[in-house]
T-cell receptor, first 114, second 117 residues
Framework: AAGVIQSPRHLIKEKRETATLKCYPI?????VYWYQQGPGQDPQFLIS???????DKGSIPDRFSAQQFSDYHSELNMSSLELGDSALYFC?????????????FGPGTRLTVT | AQKITQTQPGMFVQEKEAVTLDCTYD???????LFWYKQPSSGEMIFLIY??????QNATEGRYSLNFQKARKSANLVISASQLGDSAMYFC??????????????FGQGTTLQVKP
């Protein structure tokens, strides 16, 4: 079965640079979630989209922005990167209101800021 | 505010034995969902089991079962017949509200499980 795809899997950037992370949800899934997991930390919710509209917002810095496109893929744009942005970034997807309540997670993008 | 607490930073279990990972939660919403995820050293998040707040029976998925005690606000994960491949970080997570809500997950701090041969 198709899973959530994230690209790139690994990304190395320098401070003050920008980064774009991409997420391709499972086909027919209409909801996408972004989480940030710092080293040794639990995942923290950043933002979510349903049908291309932002549905919820968590602890996402103002330097970050995200959107969901017409084909339901989502991109997380990160500017003025800081060392503290080094983390594993997960995208998850599900079908809004489906009996399957679980969110399907992608493999993550490991971002290293130097 | 909703909160998930996992008080065991690390656990050891002998191969083939059962182990219980603790999880307590706090929420004022009568409708919520509880999840357990496994995160191996490779980093991916693997869904294990789900329990809805209105589910009458404890959830089971193969070797995984969830000991749901609503009055005590606990949702412990029981892994039976541990295998070496069970060594990983385990996260308890909660979704507040019914499925029609935004659905974001709040995670606990995680428990590292090591299975000894």
């Amino acid at each position: 079965a198709a899973g959530v795809i994230q690209s790139p899997r690994h990304l190395i950037k320098e401070k003050r640079e920008t980064a774009t992370l991409k997420c391709y949800p499972i086909p027919r899934h209409d909801t996408v979630y972004w989480y940030q997991q710092g080293p040794g930390q639990d995942p923290q919710f950043l933002i979510s989209f349903y049908e291309k509209m932002q549905s919820d917002k968590g602890s996402i810095p103002d330097r970050f922005s995200a959107q969901q496109f017409s084909d339901y893929h989502s991109e997380l744009n990160m500017s003025s990167l800081e060392l503290g942005d080094s983390a594993l970034y997960f995208c998850a997807s599900n079908l809004w209101g489906s009996p399957s309540y679980e969110q399907y997670f992608g493999p993550g993008t490991r971002l290293t800021v130097t | 505010a909703q909160k998930i607490t996992q008080t065991q930073p690390g656990m050891f279990v002998q191969e083939k034995e059962a182990v219980t990972l603790d999880c307590t939660y706090d929420t004022s919403d009568p409708s919520y969902g509880l999840f357990w995820y496994k995160q191996p050293s490779s980093g991916e998040m693997i869904f294990l089991i789900y329990q809805g707040s209105y589910d009458q029976q404890n959830a089971t998925e193969g070797r995984y079962s969830l000991n749901f005690q609503k009055a005590r606000k606990s949702a412990n994960l029981v892994i039976s017949a541990s295998q070496l491949g069970d060594s990983a970080m385990y996260f308890c997570a909660m979704r507040e509200g019914p499925v029609s809500n935004t659905g974001k997950l709040i995670f606990g701090q995680g428990t590292t499980l090591q299975v000894k041969p």
